[in-house]
């Protein structure tokens, strides 16, 4: 299992200052957003991406992974009807793909609630959500050619209203029978969305084969140990089915600071860690 720290949470930082942050408080690796990285992140040319990828394995952080993809540049979606739309944001996705890969990252984590919110009109959401379908099975096919694997995020509402649950997130994982696509955990918005605890989640999904990711954060949006929910049977429940994949540290809400958030949040997991050894 290796820890990761969403690098948005120390943007603020030049790349190669958030992997030197990174890997003195002790994180494994760090999960991108390609929005911190530039304007047009699925345009950055050859030499930019090997000299980030340079400077995160040689800080001993290297890319595990990239999330929020579709922030970057405005206007994305994959449930308009808008076909220049559609044709762009599919683009990104196909290029975004590539990106992890040529940053060493093993996954992509699509949850972009604000680019796949489905319409209120009953008739356009099943035409909204169909073009979704095959927006995924469009990514998990350029996820499988890269060598990397595409997850679909459930989000809770409302800042997403398609998606929502593990369960629905598996069954759509499920219809497009594509083992590079796959779906994650996040711990915030399962608090907030399902019925069943995040320990018995990990319990009931794991298994299947079709949990790829997890992401650790509170239902209060802060960093693990900033709020009330306990990630002790999380981490416990991972290490009983030998989860070896990436966790990644997702705050939302920086408290005091981007930095100090992402500080307290890895010495609270490597205590959780190492009192589970």
């Known amino acids: 299992m290796k820890i990761a720290l969403c690098n948005e949470v120390v943007a603020a930082m030049p790349f190669e200052r958030q992997c030197v942050f990174a890997a003195a408080l002790g994180y494994d690796g760090l999960e991108v957003a390609p929005f911190t990285l530039a304007e047009e ?3 950055l040319g050859g030499g930019k991406v090997a000299a980030l990828r340079r400077a995160a394995e040689e800080a001993g952080v290297p890319v595990l992974g990239l999330h929020w993809l579709l922030v970057k540049p405005a206007g994305l979606s994959i449930t308009s009807d808008d076909e220049a739309v559609r044709a762009r944001t599919l683009e990104v996705i196909r290029r975004l793909v590539a990106l992890c890969a040529e940053l060493g990252g093993r996954y992509l984590v699509h949850g972009s609630p604000a680019q796949r919110r489905l319409p209120d009109d009953p008739a356009e959401a099943a035409a909204a959500r169909a073009r979704a379908e095959e927006a995924f099975a469009i990514a998990g096919e350029e996820a499988g050619k890269a060598g990397v694997v595409y997850c679909v995020e459930p989000l809770a509402p409302p800042e997403n209203n398609f998606l929502l649950r593990i369960e629905e997130t598996a069954a759509l994982v499920r219809k497009i029978g594509n083992p590079a696509l796959r779906t994650m955990i996040d711990t915030s918005a399962a608090g907030l ?8 989640l990990i319990e009931r999904w794991l ?71």
């Open 41 to 43: 992140p699925h345009l």
């Open 193 to 200: 969305a399902e019925s069943e605890t995040v320990p018995a």
């Open 207 to 277: 298994p299947t084969g079709l949990v790829a990711h997890l992401q650790v954060n509170d239902r209060n949006r802060r960093g693990p140990g900033q709020g009330e929910d306990r990630f002790a049977p999380v981490f416990a429940a991972l290490k009983r089915h030998r989860y070896a994949g990436v966790v990644g540290v997702e705050p939302f809400d920086y408290v005091p600071d981007g930095p100090a958030a992402a500080a307290r949040a890895i010495g609270y997991i490597r205590g959780i860690l190492e009192a589970q050894a």
